[in-house]
């Protein structure tokens, strides 16, 4: 076929003008996203019960889901966190669940246990993660003159208006946005304060200001009258509208009519908010903007981009801010690949011109990529791969191998010229003899990608992409390099070879003529590879030490070094969580964390502090309430970042030290996929019954663990002080009040008593009537009137006391129990873990175990273990079939122990853990490490076969297989030098994953060049 190829190179030149063509315009259609669309095995069951505490929270709400949800099929494990006023389960499934079917099963459990719930309780909401529900970025809308710290006011109202009616609609508009979710809202209220001293006089109650709103709000459509031939709709239309429509409704009272404003103070305020949002200290609205799966992440951002320049137009008062945009993670990507194609193509030119010294050369090799590169896009269109961080990171890896296969074909061809062959036998031969070699070493790169996929766990869906983007590279290059790059060699040397020809010659020496004669720079080369290559055969014995020793080095690499699920990441942005440890309303929670904002002197750059349950339908922020906050900060580099951090400690620190602060990522996707969210070491603390601990347990276990490991921050076990209201049942039965009165009565008190709601626009606006005291002290010194019209004092009715509980209750499938959750290196952990065993030893009335991120690694890293042991077997496998032999893949394999041993030693060095990058990068350097010695053997073979002797052919293989060798390692080993570096997100992930390809691939090529060769001596120099 080869040959037919070349005779017809203006058909092949239109086949590949076609492929390009259809490419490009294919190209435009693949959808650019974040991450893959898979659906993560993770579903959160949240419920919100205002006013409930979390003992009933616990007890009446979360403990019946738990309870239920247990015994939905599929669940791999089940926590929940009761907390006052909400609850939250999270169902985490088995990998490859369907997580459309796990959806209908929950709901079905949540519906048999709503039966054990209270009547007025809400349905529970089900959440469903996915990596396409992560915002692509969100939009804080703010005033531009507002003063920071500035309290929420009528206007701020109007701003919601508008956010929630023009920017979210506009928004929502797009066709690339699947969601516009938004949290920070602030609505208004139509208070109506009843006159009591005139209700009094008129023997009017609150129930008959209830009542006379319920019956004018009616609206009734649906009445048909008839006129003869003729029919009429009657429209009846008595709905309250406004606040001028609550102050004119009528009363009939014992014959007198009296209208509502004539009793009631009637009023239109901001209602309480029940969270506070700020942009750099502005008072702000926060939409998440949802992207849809098909959609191009370029052109969304481009779109909101649009409207958001429309808006700033429109509406020059207003500042619209983007934060936490994820796209930036992508655009990393895409300018990584687009510098690794550059340097690629550079690089590969650069190792031609230096060991060739032909510029037609370069050229061809250079074509090879973007025409391997159009092809494998091409393949992901037609198959449905888009491009995302995961695919785009394949083909990172690929380009450094796809000049591999042209690079091997080109120098055979050139050394079949040299043989003396006729250019078109030589081109068709050179590409033809090295075809079988270069196929297997395809396959033992793309081999050890298909455990990858198996690993378990969002990491192995995530690495399908990868695997595919690396595998379609490969191919598409190796059939440019059999069927594309022969037909141009021979085009560009024709006219040079016939000339050449003509003048007698097979070989000039000028290399301005363009030769095929080596260079002064390869002598040199060869020159250092007959002597150390010498020298290792006199030390065949020192060196088969060297490498057995490499054995047992593994494996004590892999004991000493630290295992973590994903690697050390600098970050310049994050979300910081305080729990103020105090029943503390939303309004002094914003005070506190604009202050810590304000005068930690923290260099940040942009704030979004979010204090108080949030508005959100998704579950895109963590639970919180009004007395815990959540603030994301960003910073221009890493070390403002921890600098910043380190400030804002303190600060809180110094100021409440009660509070409890974490640091979390700002929700990236590599910590979603990759990460477990758990901390490092999480003890779980049980009485011997299996349930909570008594809060004296808890604490004396947390002091006794501080004080064994003062170098750990043990956190405090933290409890919530709440004032109980518990009636007097013998006082409220002589004075003849009903526990339905006084609830309501106290609901009247506290402006909960909601009578209806006026729709207008997008939201609504409720109807209260009462007034709306929070104080204890005027809630207390109010009264309730009897049956008999006597009122009676709210203080003769209710107690007070004081109780101190925890303010979480956790439960899992083992029952309820309270986690101490540490953060600490490997050895403090297994020093822990120690001392908590020997501690729960001595005591019997408690019980404790243990899980976090340090089990998970360590389970992780096996994992990866376990595939690259399936993917070495996968090798040998195929090794065996290409050779016809046990012995010469064993040869080959032998190499990926030295360059194992290497690697980790390096990463133990350099102060880094074995994680699911580094592991990923030792899996990928074996199948990558191996393909020069694939084509050594197999050079080496065939110079047996013709009849050379060992020794000989040995030798004569090392010369010619050289400075392929060589030139294929630098090109990928240069390609890989752009990941070098690290300070952000995307280039700490990569970071160990280059760095093990890197240092396997030069430690591989001298093994590959000097070592392979000895082992093969030393089986086969008997035989």
């Known amino acids: 076929m080869i040959r037919y190829l070349i005779k017809r190179p203006v058909a092949v030149t239109m086949i590949v003008l076609a492929v390009i063509v259809v490419g490009i315009f294919g190209v435009k259609g693949i959808p650019v996203s974040l991450m893959p669309g898979i659906d993560i095995p993770q579903m959160t069951v949240q419920a919100d019960v205002p006013g409930y505490s979390v003992q009933e929270m616990e007890k009446r709400i979360v403990a019946p889901l738990r309870s239920q949800l247990a015994h939905v099929p599929g669940v791999k494990s089940i926590s929940s966190d009761s907390r006052m006023d909400m609850g939250s389960i999270i169902l985490k499934f088995v990998p490859g669940a369907d997580m459309t079917m796990m959806f209908i099963e929950v709901n079905e459990k949540i519906d048999m246990a709503m039966g054990s719930m209270p009547k007025d309780v809400s349905r529970p909401k089900v959440i469903k993660a996915s990596a396409t529900d992560i915002p692509a970025f969100y939009l804080d809308v703010a005033f531009k003159n507002e003063r920071n710290g500035e309290r929420s006011s009528t206007r701020f109202t109007q701003l919601s208006d508008f956010a929630r009616n023009v920017v979210c609609r506009r928004l929502e508009q797009l066709p690339q946005a699947a969601m516009v979710d938004m949290s920070g809202i602030a609505s208004s209220e139509i208070i109506c304060v009843p006159d009591e001293s005139r209700l009094a006089a008129l023997g009017m109650t609150v129930n008959n200001l209830q009542q006379a709103l319920a019956e004018n709000d009616i609206q009734i459509s649906a009445l048909t009258v008839a006129d003869g031939i003729y029919r009429y709709k009657v429209h009846f239309d008595s709905q309250v509208l406004n606040a001028d429509d609550v102050a004119n409704i009528y009363i009939n009272h014992e014959g007198r009519l009296i209208q509502m404003k004539d009793i009631c103070d009637v009023e239109v305020r901001t209602a309480a908010r029940k969270n506070i949002l700020r942009h750099n200290g502005r008072n702000c609205i926060t939409l998440a903007i949802i992207k849809q799966n098909s959609a191009r992440m370029d052109e969304l951002k481009e779109a909101v981009d649009g409207v958001i320049d429309d808006l700033n137009e429109n509406y020059p008062d207003i500042e619209f801010s983007i934060t936490r945009d994820q796209t930036e993670l992508l655009a990393y990507s895409i300018d990584n690949l687009e510098w690794n194609l550059l340097a690629a193509a550079f690089f590969t030119s650069l190792v031609l011109m230096l060991f060739m010294r032909r510029w037609r050369l370069a050229l061809l ?3 090879s990529i973007p025409l391997s590169l159009i092809i494998t896009l091409l393949c992901f269109r037609i198959i449905g791969i888009s491009l995302n961080i995961i695919s785009l990171s394949g083909l990172i890896l690929g380009v450094g191998m796809i000049v591999d296969n042209s690079i091997i074909v080109i120098d055979n061809t050139i050394q079949k010229i040299r043989e003396g062959k006729k250019l078109t036998d030589a081109v068709a031969e050179g590409a033809q003899e090295v075809f079988t070699p270069m196929l297997s070493s395809v396959l033992t790169t793309c081999s050890v990608f298909l455990p990858l996929i198996f690993i378990g766990g969002m990491a192995g869906a995530m690495f399908f992409d990868q695997s595919m983007g ?86 004590l690499m892999y004991m000493l070094s630290e295992k973590r699920q994903i690697p050390e990441i600098s970050y310049t942005d994050a979300i910081m969580y305080v729990d103020w440890n105090a029943g503390i309303s939303v309004e002094e929670n914003d005070r506190r964390i604009t202050d810590a904002i304000a005068n930690s002197k923290a260099p940040i750059e942009s704030t979004t502090s979010m204090c108080g349950a949030q508005d959100f339908l998704l579950f895109h922020t963590r639970d919180i309430t009004s007395s815990e906050a959540l603030v994301y ?79 750990v921050v043990v956190p405090p076990v933290v409890t919530e002080a709440n004032l109980a209201l518990v009636a007097d049942v013998e006082q409220m039965t002589m004075y003849g009040i009903s526990f339905t009165e006084m609830s309501n009565r106290l609901r009247q008190i506290a402006g909960a008593n909601e009578v209806l709601r006026i729709n207008q626009g997008a939201g609504d606006v409720p109807v209260i009537v009462g007034r709306s005291e929070t104080d204890r002290d ?36 083992g029952g309820e129990y309270y986690p101490i959750e540490i953060k600490a290196d490997g050895k403090q952990v297994r020093q822990i873990l120690k001392f908590a065993n020997a501690y729960e030893q001595r005591h019997d009335d408690i019980r404790i175990t243990a899980n976090g991120d340090y089990f998970t690694s360590q389970q992780t890293v096996i994992g990866l273990v376990w595939v690259l042991t399936v993917a070495l077997l996968l090798l040998f496998f195929i090794l065996a079939a290409q050779f016809e032999s ?123 060049i000097f070592f392979v060769p000895i082992v093969y001596y030393s089986i086969y120099k008997n035989k």
């Open 778 to 813: 005027k809630i207390l010194s109010s009264t309730i009137r009897n049956w008999e019209g006597v009122e009676i004092p709210l203080s003769m009715l209710l107690k007070e006391s004081m109780q101190n509980e925890y303010k979480h209750f956790y439960g899992a499938e």
């Open 633 to 711: 900060f960003k910073c221009r580099s890493a070390d403002d970042f921890n600098n910043a951090k380190r400030k804002l400690l303190q600060y809180i620190e110094s100021n409440n030290p009660e509070a409890s602060v974490e640091f979390a990522p700002s929700g990236n996707l590599f910590d979603l996929i990759f990460s477990s969210g758990e901390p490092d070491l999480r003890l779980m603390i049980q009485d011997r019954t299996g349930h909570r601990p008594q809060l004296s347990q808890a604490m004396q276990f947390t002091d006794s663990l501080r004080k064994a490991f003062p170098e």
């Open 886 to 1008: 046990m012995i010469q893949p064993t040869i080959i394999l032998s190499e990926i122990a030295v360059d194992v041993f290497i690697v980790l030693l390096v990463l133990r060095v350099l102060g880094m853990s074995i994680d699911i990058m580094s592991m990923t990068g030792i899996i990928v350097m074996s199948g990558i490490v191996i393909n020069d010695s694939i084509l050594k053997i197999d050079t080496i073979n065939r110079h047996r076969h013709n009849g050379l002797p060992l020794m000989d052919a040995i030798e004569k293989a090392g010369k010619e297989r050289l400075m392929p060798i060589i030139m294929t390692s630098l090109t990928t080993i240069f390609s890989l030098l752009p990941f070098m570096s690290r300070g952000s997100i995307g280039a700490d992930m990569q970071f160990p994953l280059s760095l093990a390809i890197l240092i396997g691939m030069v430690v591989g090529t001298l093994v590959s």
């Open 470 to 555: 690396i595998t379609i590279a490969l191919f598409a290059s190796l059939a440019v390099s059999i069927m594309v790059l022969p037909v141009y060699f021979k085009v560009l040397y024709t006219k040079v070879h016939n000339k050449k020809k003509g003048h007698g010659d097979t070989q000039i020496a000028n290399k301005d003529d363009d030769s095929y004669e080596q260079s002064k720079f390869n002598d040199i080369i060869h020159q250092w590879h007959e002597h150390t290559q010498g020298w290792m055969f006199k030390h065949r014995r020192l060196c088969m030490i060297a490498f057995l020793l490499c054995l047992p080095g593994v494996a």
């Open 365 to 367: 090799v250079a074509m």
